[in-house]
């Protein structure tokens, strides 16, 4: 179990660090006049991010 932590822990670490690349780049659109693009490059960063949706987590039973 130990080793399926790390690993979700470093897979969140990755899903952060490309949201973050994806939002600067998105920030860099709405500054250059691209708005739409610059809109929705903002919100894949908000879905990819760790506390996103993800399309590689199952439906969650409760």
Do not use: H, K, N
Request: proline share 2%; hydrophobic share 60%; with cysteine.
């Amino acid at each position: 179990m130990a080793e399926t932590a790390g690993y979700m822990q470093g897979m969140g670490l990755i899903l952060w660090i490309i949201a973050v690349i994806i939002a600067i780049i998105g920030i860099v659109q709405l500054i250059q006049g691209q708005i739409l693009l610059g809109i929705i490059l903002l919100i894949v960063a908000c879905l990819v991010g760790p506390g996103g949706y993800s399309i590689f987590r199952g439906r969650s039973t409760v």
